[in-house]
T-cell receptor, first 115, second 114 residues
Framework: DTGVSQDPRHKITKRGQNVTFRCDPISEHNRLYWYRQTLGQGPEFLTYFQNEAQLEKSRLLSDRFSAERPKGSFSTLEIQRTEQGDSAMYLC?????????????FGEGSRLTVL | DAKTTQPNSMESNEEEPVHLPCNHSTISGTDYIHWYRQLPSQGPEYVIHGLTSNVNNRMASLAIAEDRKSSTLILHRATLRDAAVYYCILRGQYSGGGADGLTFGKGTHLIIQP
């Protein structure tokens, strides 16, 4: 399968713990996005990378959140000191510059439950 | 940001055409109209996009009103696998959300009856 893959698919943690999600984009895609989705809502943009550079961060991305894409390939999203309000689906998407603008390829998401 | 308005839910019968409406009365001249869908327990999936002219692809057709203030996603023959949330999104030169600028609303929950 050559789509976007995310790991883990499900994570249950206790409040105050740190969690890390990994995203492997489609191999030639140079743009990578993180979104968050809560129940009944559409995905909300968190941050965006072009190659290894993090070019944009949403106001939703508090300082407990950090994302990296060290070699311009896979990316990690870490949440420190988790809170119950962080419970959501975290979606990763990738796209290729010069392909169809606005055509993002999404992974299946990582569902976080904070107890 | 230009916004879209979609019905919360729609119901259709299997093997019949489905017309999903989207209003975007504040659309600007440079805004593209994108449609994505999200199947249960999956990430969103690109369906189609257009600017001014109607568009067809293997998944669906997009009909854009002449004044561009509304559009309709057409599924020509719905199957049970088309049951999903369908998002109508305007993407401008800068819509927020990175270079590909997608801001999702709540979408339309499409229910397909066998």
């Amino acid at each position: 399968d050559t789509g976007v893959s995310q790991d883990p698919r499900h994570k249950i943690t206790k409040r105050g713990q740190n969690v890390t999600f990994r995203c492997d984009p489609i191999s030639e895609h140079n743009r990578l996005y993180w979104y968050r989705q809560t129940l009944g809502q559409g995905p909300e943009f968190l941050t965006y990378f072009q190659n290894e550079a993090q070019l944009e961060k949403s106001r939703l991305l508090s300082d407990r959140f950090s994302a990296e894409r060290p070699k311009g390939s896979f990316s990690t999203l870490e949440i420190q000191r988790t809170e119950q309000g962080d419970s959501a689906m975290y979606l990763c998407a990738s796209s290729l510059l010069l392909r169809v603008p606005g055509e993002l390829f999404f992974g299946e998401g990582s569902r976080l439950t904070v107890l | 940001d230009a916004k879209t308005t979609q019905p919360n839910s729609m119901e259709s019968n299997e093997e019949e055409p489905v017309h999903l409406p989207c209003n975007h009365s504040t659309i600007s001249g440079t805004d593209y109209i994108h449609w994505y869908r999200q199947l249960p327990s999956q990430g969103p999936e690109y369906v189609i996009h257009g600017l001014t002219s109607n568009v067809n692809n293997r998944m669906a057709s997009l009909a854009i009103a002449e004044d561009r203030k509304s559009s309709t996603l057409i599924l020509h023959r719905a199957t049970l696998r088309d049951a999903a949330v369908y998002y109508c999104i305007l993407r401008g030169q800068y819509s927020g959300g990175g270079a590909d600028g997608l801001t999702f609303g709540k979408g339309t929950h499409l229910i397909i009856q066998p």
